[in-house]
């Protein structure tokens, strides 16, 4: 499982009919290769404010990725719009998992 992510030491024991008993040990490194599933939002709208000012936070993008491991951060690539802004912008978010896929 996740839990076992990395080096793992495993004893195999051998006993015959007349009860002799062997073992050796072998490392298994459990890796966990699978990027997190990022899910944006669809197309998201904000208005600016007064004073010519908006936000965004990774709440409003994230549309609930997911990692069968855990998610250890969200991020996204911008989160404050002014007028120069104003159409379309092209926002990424980066969904990272416990063990470094992105």
Not at 15 to 30: E, F
Not at 79 to 90: E, H, Q, R
């Amino acid at each position: 499982t996740c839990a076992d992510v990395g080096p793992n030491t495993i004893t195999l024991t051998v006993t015959d009919v007349n009860g002799n008993v062997s073992t050796c040990t072998t490392v298994v490194t459990v890796e966990d290769n699978v990027a997190p599933v990022a899910n944006c939002a669809a197309p998201f709208t904000i208005q600016l404010d007064a004073t010519g000012n908006a936000s965004i936070t990774v709440g409003d993008i994230d549309a609930g990725s997911t990692d069968a491991c855990g998610i250890a951060t969200t991020t996204i690539d911008k989160s404050t719009f002014t007028c120069a802004d104003v159409g379309p912008n092209t926002i990424t978010l980066t969904v990272t998992d416990v063990n470094g896929n992105v």
